[in-house]
Nanobody
Framework: QVYVAESGGGLVQPGGSLRLSCAAS????????MGWYRQAPGKQRDLVAT???????NYADAVTGRFTISRDNAKNTVYLQMNSLKPEDTAVYYC?????????WGQGTQVTVSS
């Protein structure tokens, strides 16, 4: 079994910052990718950023330069530092852990950017 849990969402004003955390536990293959995805109301779930176990990072164009993904392999934890937040960043943010062609999802955490 694999478990994934996010934390750190909330309400923030435009231009503000938030840091999301995601911890995974269970039977996790050492070669894996952890990432953040988001889904706004009425829209599909989109990739935000991913990082492999070898620290290869990938970002969506919409967040490049504003968001930073990082991970702690020893703790199976991934973080997303979000700066210069915009109202269009409002969404439910999901953590995904992918290995052996399967993705395990957390329950999601709401991020709302509003004045």
């Amino acid at each position: 079994q694999v478990y994934v849990a996010e934390s750190g969402g909330g309400l923030v004003q435009p231009g503000g910052s938030l840091r999301l955390s995601c911890a995974a536990s269970g039977s996790i293959f050492v070669i894996n990718t952890m990432g953040w995805y988001r889904q706004a109301p009425g829209k599909q779930r989109d990739l935000v950023a991913t990082v492999t176990n070898r620290d290869i990072r990938n970002y969506a164009d919409a967040v490049t330069g504003r968001f930073t993904i990082s991970r702690d392999n020893a703790k199976n934890t991934v973080y997303l530092q979000m700066n210069s937040l915009k109202p269009e960043d409002t969404a439910v943010y999901y953590c995904g852990l992918t290995f052996l062609r399967k993705t395990y999802w957390g329950q999601g955490t709401q991020v709302t950017v509003s004045s």
